[in-house]
């Protein structure tokens, strides 16, 4: 009995030991197992807008796998424009000038558009600055009166739909003051429509797939610079983003699974009747902080 009670906290050390290696282990296989099942940091992937597409870039390559790009890229000299002080301040005033006449137009005429000009303003949206330099949008320039009159009819079935159930009655309401509603006779009046796709990989000339890092924020720049190049060339557009109808659209257009609307723009000329509403943006001190 002696003896029994002198053993005892030897038997209690060797089970909490015991114990204790089993749940190290455990805990070890638990912790590799959700490092399998976790996806790995990628803090520049951008949320997808939502077209029923998923793209698991992380099936086919490993976070650390070469892409396969050029690794010496050459660097060549740069020297930038430089102005004196007035020429920028008159620079910057005559641009902002430009822009601020800048407005959402729906109604334009068919009156046609010299294609080259559509070419220019791609071009220059083109020379957007993207996520490690992987371009990622595609611009999708339609002229054919069908395609334009398919498209309408794609954007208005779901607009409609928008509009009575899926908006809301606060966004719904916000929108009247605007004139404006799921019946969107641009789409088949305008000379082009210009739809923006973003590419959410890129394929390698082995085929497999490339990644495009930040490609939503990529595209929206290049949005906005495609923008200001139409009004600089006296076009109008009004920005478009047709909810719910990126993956009809995209099947349309025959454009590959990677690829996801982002922007639809209808561009032209005014009517000689148009109109807008009579709005006004926020002051300079409402937009800007100086810290």
Not at 8 to 29: D, S, Y
Not at 106 to 121: A, K, Q
Not at 169 to 175: A, I, Q
Request: aromatic share 8%; hydrophobic share 35%.
């Amino acid at each position: 009995m002696a003896l029994f009670s002198s053993l005892t906290p030897v038997f209690i050390a060797i089970i909490c030991v015991l114990i204790g290696v089993i749940m190290k282990k455990t805990n070890g296989e638990k912790e590799k197992s959700d490092t399998k099942s976790k996806h790995p940091s990628r803090p520049w992937v951008d949320e997808d807008l939502k077209d029923g597409t998923d793209h698991p870039l992380e099936e086919e390559e490993g976070e650390e796998e070469w892409q396969g790009l050029e690794e010496n890229v050459a660097h060549v000299p740069f020297t930038g424009e430089c102005y004196s002080e007035a020429e920028m301040i008159k620079r910057s005033q005559t641009f902002y000038e430009l822009l601020n006449k800048r407005r959402s137009v729906r109604f334009l005429s068919d009156e046609p558009v010299p294609r080259e000009v559509i070419d220019n303003v791609i071009r220059t949206a083109g020379t957007s600055p993207s996520g490690a330099h992987t371009e990622p949008w595609t611009f999708v320039v339609v002229q054919d009166p069908y395609l334009k009159h398919k498209i309408r009819e794609i954007v208005e079935e779901e607009e409609e739909i928008n509009y009575k159930k899926r908006m809301g009655d606060r966004w719904v309401n916000d929108l009247k003051r605007l004139r404006t509603n799921w019946i969107k006779e641009y789409l088949d009046t305008a000379p082009y429509l210009i739809l923006i796709f973003k590419q959410v990989y890129g394929r390698l000339p082995n085929g497999k797939k490339k990644t495009h890092y930040y490609n939503e924020i990529s595209v929206s720049i290049a949005c906005g610079i495609l923008l200001a190049a139409l009004q600089n060339a006296g076009l109008y557009t009004v920005t478009s983003t047709p909810l719910n109808c990126g993956p009809q659209l995209r099947v349309l257009l025959q454009r590959p699974a990677n690829e996801k609307l982002l922007l639809l723009l209808p561009v032209g000329y005014p009517k000689k009747d148009a109109t807008v509403p009579a709005l006004t943006r926020k002051p300079l001190e409402d937009i800007m902080v100086v810290m």
